[in-house]
């Protein structure tokens, strides 16, 4: 059984709702902030209408789930804003471990298997 899933025999469902909608609104933001930084920023989408498609629309839009985000009480803010942090180290240091290895001709977890080969079948 997972420990995340003993969490129900202490927290009220009032209390899971919260998470639930914190990460929801939280995942949108980073959804219209990824559009801005992929199409925007690396791809140098710049034309009026491609500006407002991936530079104004998914501004708004964050302001917008940040305005929702903003009526959640502090405690789930405090809570899920400390899930936010502790994903955001757990993916900077998974980061170090996803690093190439120097070794020519061995498969890193950086890696896809070929498609429609297991990883399992591999080497």
Not at 4 to 26: D, M, P
Not at 50 to 61: A, K, S
Not at 68 to 87: I, N, Q
Request: net charge positive; charged share 10%; aromatic share 12%.
């Amino acid at each position: 059984m997972s420990l995340v899933s003993l969490l129900a025999l202490v927290i009220s469902l009032e209390t899971a709702v919260k998470f639930v909608s914190f990460g929801a609104l939280t995942a949108f933001i980073f959804v219209n902030l990824s559009v801005i930084g992929q199409k925007y920023i690396r791809e140098k989408l710049r034309s009026p209408l491609q500006t407002c498609q991936y530079l104004l629309f998914p501004l708004i839009g964050a302001g917008f789930i940040g305005w929702l985000l903003s009526l959640l009480d502090a405690s789930a803010l405090l809570m899920g804003g400390g899930w936010v942090a502790f994903g955001a180290l757990y993916h900077y240091l998974r980061g170090f471990s996803l690093r190439p290895s120097l070794e020519l001709g061995q498969p890193t977890s950086a890696q896809p298997p070929a498609a429609g080969i297991r990883a399992d079948r591999l080497g």
